[in-house]
């Protein structure tokens, strides 16, 4: 069911928003009350439960009647939740907007973003300017590029995703659209024609960089990924990078993921010798670091440790398991 039904008079193309759930029955019911006061016509919203044990599923339903929630047995990860969406959307609506369920956003969020890809067909996803939600003014993330390290004097391209203007004020991003990387899963707009042509997130990754994979995608099929320089969304993530390094490291499936999944987008994107190069630069230098500088600030977890070399190995093998899943 749509929340609203499409307005023929003003031909706007048709938009599905994917919102994907698990046991975020809070943070969910605020971001859909959110997207329920954009302005535009042709919407539809659909919520992916993934295999949520809070209540959600039942909530939703009863609190917003007329957002179509699909019902996962269990949790399929970023990725694959996602995709259950983008199937049923697929075939009848011109864009889908992927959106954190940790997100709130602004009632002008598709009159800003859809104008743009409408009038270049070059551009396959974009994104807007992501703030903080406890601090609105402050960038979480504008785009996301490619990160580039050191080890032995020798510079090492492609070693980590960055998010783009992080912890700078808003208004220092540039005032004309601007082509990036890749854009951040957490408010993507996709072009539908797109993903039939290339298809969608890969499921293999579970959660973690399939945004990265997905834009790279489309750049190989001569698309571009580009940033609309307008604060239009804000993520419920702590501004402090501290504080978010710390949340990550603290969790072995985080870290899990976060690794082997780059090991493995950037072996599929840009060759095994690029792949070894980064294994390296971790095995020897990062991997290392981050030890010994969790021994001396007395959070050593283990669990973190086994995660990091597990990522190492079943990137090198090109295994694709789940690891560390509740």
């Known amino acids: 069911m749509s929340l609203r039904s499409p307005d023929k008079a003003t031909h706007d193309p048709s938009v599905a928003i994917i919102i994907l759930n698990w046991n975020g029955l809070n943070d969910t019911l605020v971001c859909l009350q959110s997207v329920s006061n954009i302005r535009y016509n042709a919407l539809e919203i659909i919520v992916v439960d993934n295999g949520s044990s809070d209540g959600s599923i039942e909530t939703i339903h009863k609190t917003f009647p007329g957002v179509q929630v699909i019902a996962n047995t269990s949790n399929l990860g970023f990725a694959e939740g996602n995709n259950v969406g983008i199937r049923r959307a697929l075939t009848d609506t011109d864009y889908i907007l992927l959106l954190n369920n940790d997100t709130t956003v602004h009632p002008d969020l598709l009159h800003h973003l859809i104008p743009v890809v409408e009038k270049d067909p070059s551009i396959a996803v974009a994104g807007p300017v992501i703030c903080y939600d406890e601090e609105p003014d402050t960038i979480w993330c504008a785009g996301l590029q490619m990160g580039q390290g050191r080890m032995f004097g020798m510079s090492i391209a492609h070693t980590t995703s960055v998010l783009m203007y992080c912890g700078q004020p808003a208004h220092m991003v540039?005032?004309?659209?601007?082509?990036?990387?890749?854009?951040?899963?957490?408010?993507?707009?996709?072009?539908?024609?797109?993903?039939?042509?290339?298809?969608?997130?890969?499921?293999?990754?579970?959660?973690?960089?399939?945004?990265?994979?997905?834009?790279?995608?489309?750049?190989?099929?001569?698309?571009r990924c580009v940033v609309v320089p307008v604060v239009n969304v804000w993520h419920k993530v702590s501004a402090s990078i501290n504080r978010q390094d710390q949340q990550r490291s603290g969790n072995p499936s985080a870290e899990y993921y976060w690794y082997r999944n780059w090991l493995l987008v950037m072996r599929k994107h840009y060759g095994v010798r690029t792949m070894l190069m980064i294994a390296a630069l971790y095995a020897?230098?990062?991997?290392?670091?981050?030890?010994?500088?969790?021994?001396?600030?007395?959070?050593?977890?283990?669990?973190?440790?086994?995660?990091?070399?597990?990522?190492?190995?079943?990137?090198l093998a090109g295994r694709h398991k789940k690891r560390f899943v509740r």
């Open 174 to 223: 540039p005032n004309d659209i601007y082509s990036v990387d890749a854009i951040v899963g957490c408010a993507m707009l996709m072009r539908t024609s797109v993903l039939h042509e290339i298809g969608l997130l890969a499921s293999e990754l579970f959660m973690i960089h399939e945004d990265f994979d997905w834009s790279l995608r489309t750049q190989k099929a001569g698309y």
């Open 284 to 315: 020897f230098k990062l991997f290392p670091s981050l030890f010994f500088q969790d021994i001396v600030q007395r959070r050593f977890i283990p669990s973190v440790w086994v995660a990091h070399w597990l990522a190492l190995l079943d990137a």
